[in-house]
């Protein structure tokens, strides 16, 4: 498939290794956060969501972290494996009226053999 | 399969022109979204129809317009084409809210020469 190309910061690990990728939002009265996976060619997927009633949620290898405190949110990914190598992105929203989902610029993970 | 279609796939057109994006939501799905996202961007977010109104507006051009008809597929007009309007076009929807999240095509790739 065809390459996003995007111009992003990379984190590199390890096969096997634990990732953290990280993000800052931006909006303090955001009170919904998922985090996307996007591989080359493809639309960003779901991964994993979380409210902002909770610090954290875990899902199938997957732990979502929200520090709303400093505005900080991480995805934690298990066992990381060649699969998991793509762009990463948060996304934030206020689900008022009319919400909308507003998206980081995103992290490109990469995953060694 | 996302069950949100968009085409064409890749377009590429001469600076000047007008083209048009279209999506189809996946089925059941009220909400429509459409993305931009280019080399140093990432996802930014241009126009939101509901049920066939406009609901939200982000960061969207005068040169396109975005229209959401009765069978609730949508189309994303670009017109007077610049060079920089060269991007990843992503349509995104959703049942009502967003809670949940987004499901996203798999994008139009239009260049423009």
């Known amino acids: 498939g065809e390459s996003v190309g995007l111009h992003l910061p990379t984190l590199s690990v390890q096969e096997g290794d634990n990732s953290i990728i990280n993000c800052a939002y931006s909006?303090?009265?955001?009170?919904?956060f998922i985090w996307y996976k996007q591989e080359s060619g493809k639309g960003p997927q779901f991964i994993i969501d979380i409210r902002s009633n909770m610090d954290k949620r875990q899902g199938q290898r997957v732990t979502v972290l929200l520090n709303k405190t400093v505005k900080h949110l991480s995805l934690q990914i298990a066992a990381t494996q060649p699969g998991d190598s793509a762009v990463y992105f948060c996304a934030e929203a206020y689900t008022g009226a009319n919400s909308k989902l507003t998206f980081g610029k995103g992290i490109t993970l990469s995953v060694r053999p | 399969d996302s069950g949100v279609t968009q085409t064409p796939k890749h377009l590429i057109t001469a600076t000047g022109q007008r083209v048009t994006l279209r999506c189809s939501p996946r089925s059941g799905d009220l909400s429509v979204y459409w993305y931009q996202q280019s080399l140093d961007q990432g996802l930014q977010f241009l126009i939101q129809y509901y049920n066939g109104e406009e609901r939200a507006k982000g960061n969207i051009l005068e040169r396109f317009s975005a229209q959401q008809f009765p069978d609730l597929h949508s189309e994303l007009n670009l017109s007077s084409l610049e060079l920089g309007d060269s991007a990843l076009y992503f349509c995104?929807?959703?049942?009502?809210?967003?809670?949940?999240?987004?499901?996203f095509g798999s994008g139009t790739r239009l260049t423009v020469v």
């Open positions: 995104a929807s959703s049942e009502g809210t967003g809670l949940g999240g987004y499901t």
């Open positions: 909006n303090s009265a955001s009170d919904y």
